[in-house]
């Protein structure tokens, strides 16, 4: 299985901070790379897909990048209702696996 | 509207059988992969399987298989996940979650509600 590594697991930040999450891949997964936001009692959320792609309705302050093994989820200026759990998830091979979240606190 | 209804929260003791379940509605139900998310008490995502409708294609995680069956009607537009013996150790929120693209499993874009198994004696 490919085990997906996110750091921090957890980053204290307050609004209109730029903050930047990273995922790494213990093998290369091309740009096969998504990401989704969690927020408590909620389902998932799907932010961007395939490394860069933002999903339809997901706000533009939302990016990302990387490929290979290495990948970054950045948000540009931190609203109030991005204070949530975010969570990398590789398509490349199933199983699918997920990376263990960042929380990300006020 | 797109969207996923999983049925309701159910309360089991181990060494029973569950299935649970998950509607789709608003798109070709038979073209987009469906698959199965676990997540237990204050914990991460964990994916354990999909399933095409189309042609009841599964595939599952190692960690649940021969644990779990996955299962889909076409005919009903739903998809299920199976247990024949629930142990503690499934007790959890499951996800069913449909794959962005058809035909081939990427991001998972439309996700259920949840449902919540307790399974205490």
């Known amino acids: 299985d490919i085990q997906m590594t996110q750091s921090p697991s957890s980053l204290s930040a307050s609004v209109g901070d730029r903050v930047t999450i990273t995922c790494r891949a213990s093998q290369s997964i091309n740009t096969y790379l998504n990401w989704y936001q969690q927020k408590p009692g909620k389902a998932p959320k799907l932010l961007i897909y395939?490394?860069?792609s933002l999903h339809s309705g997901v706000p533009s302050r939302f990016s990302g990048s990387g490929s290979g093994t290495d990948f970054i989820l950045t948000i540009s200026s931190l609203e109030p209702e991005d204070f949530a759990i975010y969570y990398c998830q590789q398509s490349y091979i199933i199983p699918l696996t997920f990376g263990g979240g960042t929380k990300v606190e006020i | 509207e797109v969207q996923l209804v999983q049925s309701g929260a159910e309360v089991k003791k181990p060494g029973e059988s569950l299935k649970i379940s998950c509607k789709g509605s608003?798109?070709?139900?038979?073209?987009?992969?469906i698959g199965w998310v676990r997540q237990m008490p204050g914990k991460g995502l964990e994916w354990m399987g999909i399933i095409h409708p189309g042609d009841s294609d599964s595939k599952y995680s190692p960690s649940v298989q021969g644990r779990v069956t996955i299962s889909a009607d076409k005919s009903i537009r739903t998809a299920y996940l199976q247990w024949d013996s629930l142990e503690a150790s499934d007790t959890a929120i499951y996800y069913c979650?449909?794959?962005?693209?058809?035909?081939?499993?990427?991001?998972?874009?439309?996700w259920g509600q949840g449902t919540m198994v307790i399974v205490s004696s």
């Open positions: 979650a449909r794959h962005l693209t058809p035909v081939t499993y990427d991001a998972l874009d439309i």
């Open positions: 395939a490394t860069s």
């Open positions: 608003g798109y070709t139900f038979t073209n987009y992969w």
